[in-house]
């Protein structure tokens, strides 16, 4: 949580830019009340762009389930990846260690991006992301 809260620090002083796909943001609206009204909170502390699943992502989205990166059941984190590789994203940052932040899917991302000739994509787990920007503290 201390390395999400700094993230969330990044973000406010706009060190580094948020970006949000419409599928995070469907996701954040199926939440219970009291969970949605606390997302809600954050992200509006921060500045941040919405990208949308279009044709293009879900395209991508589903080489990687054809390659096998990731099965079916896991389409929407097929294309919260997409999206940001269709929307020149350098860097996705993600707590979902089962499908997104492992070794398997970044080597596959980075494989099928590639043979689909999009530039490669950085995936990170916030405590990646902050690690040393708070040594002086």
């Known amino acids: 949580m201390a390395d999400t809260l700094k993230l969330w620090n990044m973000f406010k002083s ?4 948020a970006i949000i796909s419409n599928i995070t943001l469907d996701e954040i609206y199926r ?13 509006n502390q921060i500045e941040y762009s919405i990208v949308r699943a279009d044709n293009e992502v879900l395209a991508l989205a589903g080489k990687f389930i ?3 990166v990731l099965r079916q059941k896991s389409f929407d984190d097929c294309a919260h990846i997409a999206a940001a590789i ?6 996705i940052v ?11 899917t970044i080597r596959g991302v980075k494989v099928v991006s590639t043979l689909e000739g999009y ?3 950085l995936i990170y787990s916030p405590t ?3 690690e040393g920007e708070y040594e002086d503290e």
């Open 31 to 43: 939440c219970k009340d009291e969970k949605l009204s606390k997302l809600i909170d954050f992200l």
């Open 86 to 91: 269709v929307n020149d994203c350098d860097i």
């Open 94 to 104: 993600s707590w979902n260690f089962k499908h997104i932040v492992n070794y398997k």
């Open 119 to 121: 530039k490669d994509v």
């Open 128 to 130: 990646i992301l902050v």
């Open 66 to 68: 054809d390659f096998g």
């Open 14 to 17: 706009g060190k580094h830019k």
